[in-house]
Each structure stands twice: as C-alpha cells, then as structure tokens.
C-alpha cells in the first residue's frame, strides 16, 4: 500500500531558481526520508527527519516535517542543471518496511 | 565501501528462461531487500531479507523466487515470467530499522519477451 502522495507531479525551473515539493502521508510516524532517482538508475538517499524535529538542512536541501498536518516539503535551493531527477518521500510502515510517495519529476534548464 | 552492486545491468528474457538477478553489499547491512518499479511510478517493495532469513514477503508470485545464500549476498531467481513483468527491479540494504538510511543499487532493466 502507498502512503505518500507527492506533488505537483512535474516541476520545471529555471537553473539558479528554487525548487520545492511536498509530500503528504496517511499514518502516524517517527521519521521520514527524502530519496532522489536519476533517470533509470538507482535511488539516493538525501536526508532523513525524524518526528520531532521541524526542520532539516543539507547543503542546498532543506526539509520541513509537520506532524500535525503529515506533511513534508523538499527544498533545493539555486538549483542546477544536475539536480534534475525525480524526488521521492519515503515514510516506514512498520519496522522494516518503507513505502514511496507517488514522487516529484523535476526538469531544470540550465 | 558504500556500494551496492547488481548485475546485470539489463536482461532480456523469454517467457520460458530461467534467469537470477544478482545484488551484493559490504557494508555489513543486514536487511536487504527487493524492489521493482515501473516506468513513472515508486518502487514497490518486494521481500525483505533480515539477517539471511525472508521476513517479508509482499505477496509475490511465486515466479519470483528469492535467495540470501550470505549476509552480503541476494538473489533473485526468475521463472515463467510475464511480458507485465518487464521493469527496473532494485535491491537494497540498510540497518535494520526502517528509519535507516537505504543503499541501492543501480537497478537491473528487465524485458520479457
């Protein structure tokens, strides 16, 4: 079953302008995870926040938890033609499971 | 070393081959996992291996058969396919818990033919 559901679906930007995605989930949790996947490869992880926290920084990453809404957003900020990618939130489902929101594609231009 | 590593990279197979997908880690995880995803969608989670034994199953086919022979080791051994099966399945590996950062590789492209 999936748990996230991200949007907007698509996001095309300028290089050098922000970037932000969200993501919302169903149930209670105690951490969420942020992953980026190049075109056909692999999935990277890019950060984790836990339930207590608000928010979380990483190099040009910036993401916000609101528990009270289950709700994430993903900033990138100046973003560049490299972080063209598909963005996914992850939310565990139990003690080994984790399960992928819908996903963000986004498309910067250089 | 923070690699996971799966081969092939791609595989054609037919309806009647039988064929195994290929994962391994050494980082010393010890739950591994199967992923497959379609074009333009998430990975959907198929088993999880937890210290070389099968703790989750997601309802798999049976078709698709998995495999821990050691704790750096996953395999996932294909059967009597089908062409809806065609996809990019990922292995993974993290700590155990589900709050762990995961490692994947970079994913085996499948086509049955």
């Known amino acids: 079953s999936q748990q996230g559901e991200e949007d907007p679906q698509a996001l095309s930007i300028q290089e050098g302008e922000n970037a932000t995605m969200n993501c919302s989930y169903k149930t209670s949790i105690n951490n969420l995870q942020w992953y980026r996947q190049n075109s056909g490869r692999g999935l990277v992880h890019l950060i984790l926040?836990?339930?207590?926290?608000r928010e979380k920084h990483s190099g040009r990453l910036r993401v916000t938890l609101d528990t009270s809404k289950k709700s994430s957003s993903l900033l990138i900020t100046a973003s560049r033609a490299a972080d063209t990618a598909s963005y996914f939130c992850?939310?565990?489902?139990?003690?080994?499971?984790?399960?992928f929101g819908t996903g963000t594609k986004l498309q910067v231009i250089p | 070393d923070t690699e996971v590593t799966q081969t092939p990279k791609h595989l054609v197979m037919g309806m009647t081959n039988k064929k195994s997908l290929k994962c391994e880690q050494h980082m010393g995880h010890r739950a591994m996992y199967w992923y497959k995803q379609k074009a333009k969608k998430p990975p959907e989670l198929m088993f999880v291996?937890?210290?070389?034994?099968?703790?989750i199953n997601e309802s798999v086919p049976s078709r698709f058969s998995p495999e821990c022979p050691n704790s750096s080791l996953l395999n996932l051994h294909l059967h009597a396919l089908q062409p809806e099966d065609s996809a990019l399945y990922l292995c993974?590996?993290?700590?155990?818990?589900?709050?762990?950062?995961?490692?994947f590789g970079q994913g085996t492209r499948l086509t049955v033919v």
């Open positions: 992850a939310t565990p489902l139990g003690y080994q499971k984790v399960t």
């Open positions: 993974a590996s993290s700590q155990e818990y589900s709050g762990s950062e995961a490692f």
């Open positions: 291996y937890s210290y070389e034994k099968l703790s």
């Open positions: 926040i836990r339930s207590n926290e």
